[in-house]
């Protein structure tokens, strides 16, 4: 069904981007759509307008935040069938958009939904004493990139952009500590010392950190990547290479593979972000929920990237 001849129900975040994005324009631009348009004053607002959308197109206008907002409302849903997914990225890091070849500009990104080019996606659920059950789409990040996450503020990046993260990266780098992980991967244990952990059903986070840089969101599985305990040096050689889109999982010093559950277990506590939401720094497990969402995709769309 194409995006004219569904219903259509757009959850628009007014913040996003700092509140940037002219609403009225926005509606201007889905002109021909009979839209149900629901503003959020909060998050509460976007899981609940998603929790309630049983049939028709979803547009998301926000950026990650309100996104993994919808699809915690989706979520409690059960990820109902006849549920679309779209996405009118507004926000400063727009990083499922990323993964999802979505463009930033809201003229293409409406003829992307026009077009109707959806995929059925993995999803992920997490389980910690801290967040009790949440779900997500992209990527949860644990130790410094979770506090690079929380460094990299709006503030941040409204000064420095696309280069936020990296500026973010050489502030907290310099402080953190090392954790003691026991990963525990479809049954089995493996023991690591961490700086970074990455569950990633998508490829990026934090404002264009390459967390997942492998990640299909199609195959079934999470990916994890861990970096582990390298010195500062190596650190921030290997942050600048990796946001300039070179591939860093073979490097040595960092771990990845892929796996349908995982428990991550550390003392101290690592404090985990999904999409810069704190989850907590209880032990967390994750848990990928195979092809249970629709949404569209961009034509440069590649589930192996």
Known sequence: MRASEAKVRVICNPSSGGGTYDLDQLRDKLDGLELDWVETGG????????????????????GDGTINDVVNGLGRAGFPEDVTLALLPSGTGNDLAATLAIPEDPDEAVEVIRQSRARTLDTAHVSSGGVGEHFFINVATGGLGAQISDANDEQLKGKWGKLSYLRASLEVSRNFDVREVALTLDGEERLVRAVNIAVGNCRYAGGGWPAAPRANPEDGLLDVVVIEDIGLKELLTLTPSALAGIDYLDQEGVFSTRAREIRVETEPGLVFTVDGEVIGDEPAEFTVLPRTLKVVVGPEYAPEP
């Open 43 to 62: 998050k509460e607002d976007a899981v609940e307008a998603a929790r309630e959308w049983r049939n028709g197109l979803l547009i998301v206008a926000g």
